[in-house]
C-alpha cells in the first residue's frame, strides 16, 4: 500500500476516534440537558467511523492529495451529506415501517 495513503487511514481513523471521545464527553457533561433526546445523539459514532471512511477514499480518490481548491473539497463533502442523509431517511423509514408490519 502507497505509504501516503497508510498514513492517511491511521490519520482518519486516531482523528476520528479523538472526535467521537471529545464528543463523548461533552454528551457526558451535558448529560443532564441532553438526557430527554438521547436517540438523537446515539448515530454519533457510527457517523464518526463513516466520516473516516469518506476521507480517507476521496484522499484515495484523488491520489492522497487534497482536492484542488476548498470549493472541490466542500462540493465532494456537500454532496456525500446530502446522499447520507438521504440514505439514512431512507432506511430509517423502511427499518420503522417493516417492523411495524411485522409487530402487528
Not at 433526546?37 to 487534497?66: E, H, S
Not at 481548491?69 to 431512507?90: D, K, L, M, Q
Amino acid at each position: 500500500m502507497n505509504p501516503d495513503i497508510l498514513r492517511i487511514n491511521v490519520l482518519s481513523i486516531s482523528i476520528a476516534g479523538l472526535l467521537i471521545l471529545l464528543t463523548g464527553i461533552a454528551l457526558y457533561i451535558f448529560m443532564d440537558q441532553i438526557s430527554h433526546n438521547i436517540r438523537y445523539f446515539l448515530p454519533i459514532p457510527p457517523l464518526g467511523v463513516a466520516a473516516y471512511v469518506f476521507v480517507f477514499n476521496m484522499y484515495r480518490y484523488y491520489d492522497g492529495q487534497p482536492p484542488e481548491g476548498i470549493w472541490v473539497a466542500t462540493r465532494e463533502i456537500i454532496y456525500s451529506t446530502v446522499i447520507a442523509a438521504i440514505s439514512f431517511g431512507v432506511f430509517t423509514s423502511l427499518i420503522f415501517i417493516i417492523i411495524s408490519i411485522v409487530k402487528r
